[in-house]
């Protein structure tokens, strides 16, 4: 659980920075920019938690 | 550093107050990247990147400026304060106490409280700015003191309690949020200034100069009420924004639990990713807005967010705000107890937080945060002048260190005469000699050092 979690708060900051790469590149609009950035937001602030306390206390 | 105090919330403190650091405590370089990088990437950075647009820098400037500025910022961590730290390894109040005495501490703990609540309402202002994009109400402009409409008031009204009331009773939980969201924060402040370049049809590096000086940091005149910035302002804003942690030595007890005294190298991180790359994508976002809508000048960093990154930008002004301005709350509520050490805990940081709440009504305190920055260095800096004085030159120069402690004075007259005359010094020169408050710093640290000795060894003699 805690891997996967781990994976998906890397992809998370991926996904984060990505969709304002791809609208500088012209790849997306910024409406999708803004849609996407909320939801890897979301998924940061759902997955890090799980291994970031238990790292914490650890 | 977190400790479970009697009622069962926990709240962090500073170990070892009124002792050396002891050698299993002390903390690896990770550690203090993570503590920099974190603390300098606040919701006041999306303040001061506009601020520099308004005051009409040029590219070569801001570029330039900032990455000289830094650079000395963390020269001054590395060479002034992490050597007293590592090898004193004492808070800065302790340290204080010992050359000062206790008097003297209250006093500067007093104004430290009181800026610490200015700059405090300051983040809360930014936090208000966020729930104007939600309920229409009117905001500040840039040349705005007072607040300007009911709604503004009832949203720093609410915004403030919040923060205040979690800095008293949830502050390791915010301290948890700040720890979680600092990597993505620092993202989100990126793509800022990524979408602002495309907007604005910078789309490629080849020709991101050309167009970034005719476009965002365009040079030329001021917006009205705003002093003009140069190379210099830029690079002695960015050198001394945080002159009160280093050359003001408070960063004596953050750095004290440094392995070695080269990890403030450390404070890199916060400089380049807070006050260069945070900076420069708010001042994007700025430029942005005025290249679109040029008769809207009021920096506001919930719309400006909002605009290039949607509800997610949001967050993350509302984030930075918040997890800064808790910090800054407890801070000023732990200054303030010093002066009432009966006075409880919660109490004490429930009034500051009203205190900060009612300073972030008035939008001054933001809108002229550049100001406001140098002038929170220049109170503090004296005493860090004194630290260095006392710690590195006094057997040389013929006067005893840590004099309070020596002699059971509580108030060290050559110490408390150092501070008062350099800050009278200091903004004489500001308000008759014509000198921009971000330029007296320096030699008012020079001042105070030379002060300091003369002073003590005639302080000293006179006592016996």
Redesign the interface.
């Known amino acids: 659980m805690r891997t996967l979690a781990r994976i998906v708060s890397v992809l998370s900051l991926v996904g984060t920075i990505t969709p304002a790469v791809l609208f500088v590149a012209s790849r997306i609009d910024l409406a999708q920019v803004k849609l996407w950035m909320l939801v890897w937001t979301v998924a940061w602030f759902v997955a890090t938690p799980i291994w970031m306390d238990r790292q914490a206390k650890g | 550093m977190a400790d479970q105090t009697p009622d069962g919330h926990q709240e962090p403190v500073n170990e070892y107050e009124r002792e050396r650091v002891p050698e299993r405590a002390l903390l690896g370089f990770k550690s203090f990247v993570g503590q920099y990088a974190g603390e300098h990437t606040a919701g006041t950075e999306l303040m001061i990147g506009p601020l520099f647009v308004a005051a009409g820098v040029s590219a070569f400037d801001i570029v330039v400026g900032l990455v000289v500025g830094n650079l000395l910022a963390v020269l001054s961590w590395v060479f002034l304060t992490a050597p007293i730290a590592t090898r004193a390894r004492l808070t800065l109040y302790y340290q204080l106490e010992k050359i000062c005495g206790r008097n003297l501490v209250t006093v500067y703990n007093l104004a430290n409280g009181v800026m610490f609540c200015c700059l405090a309402g300051a983040m809360v202002t930014v936090n208000a700015t966020a729930a104007g994009v939600w309920f229409d109400f009117r905001m500040p402009g840039l040349n705005d003191l007072y607040p300007n409409s009911v709604g503004w008031v009832i949203a720093v009204l609410i915004m403030g309690t919040m923060i205040a009331v979690v800095a008293a009773y949830g502050y390791n939980f915010v301290a948890?949020v700040a720890?979680?969201?600092a990597?993505?924060m620092v993202?989100?402040f990126?793509?800022y200034g990524?979408?602002g370049?495309?907007?604005l049809g910078i789309?490629s590096p080849s020709g991101f100069w050309a167009k970034a000086q005719d476009l965002v940091w365009k040079g030329g005149t001021p917006l009205p009420g705003q002093v003009k910035f140069t190379f210099w302002h830029v690079a002695f804003f960015a050198w001394f924004c945080n002159m009160a942690m280093h050359i003001g030595m408070a960063d004596l007890s953050v750095l004290r639990y440094a392995r070695k005294s080269w990890y403030a190298v450390a404070t890199a991180a916060g400089m380049y990713l807070g006050h260069f790359i945070a900076w420069l994508s708010a001042s994007v976002l700025y430029a942005l807005q005025l290249h679109t809508t040029p008769e809207n000048t009021a920096v506001l960093p919930g719309p400006l967010a909002y605009n290039a990154?949607?509800?997610?930008?949001l967050?993350c002004v509302i984030v930075a705000g918040w997890t800064t301005a808790n910090p800054t709350i407890y801070r000023a509520g732990l200054a303030f107890q010093a002066i009432a050490p009966r006075s409880s805990r919660y109490r004490v940081t429930l009034v500051t937080g009203a205190i900060a709440t009612l300073a972030g009504m008035f939008p001054a305190i933001a809108m002229k945060l550049l100001d406001f920055v140098a002038l929170y260095g220049l109170v503090l800096m004296p005493m860090g002048a004194v630290v260095f004085v006392d710690f590195w030159l006094s057997r040389k120069l013929g006067f005893r260190a840590s004099y309070a402690e020596l002699s059971g004075t509580s108030f060290n007259w050559a110490a408390g005469l150092t501070w008062i005359l350099t800050l009278f010094s200091c903004l004489l020169a500001v308000r008759l000699g014509g000198i921009q408050i971000f330029f007296v710093g320096l030699p008012g640290w020079f001042f105070a050092a030379v002060m300091y000795v003369i002073l003590s060894r005639l302080y000293q003699r006179r006592e016996g």
């Open positions: 948890r720890n979680l969201a990597p993505w993202l989100v990126i793509a990524l979408v370049l495309r907007q789309d990154c949607g509800i997610a930008g967050i």
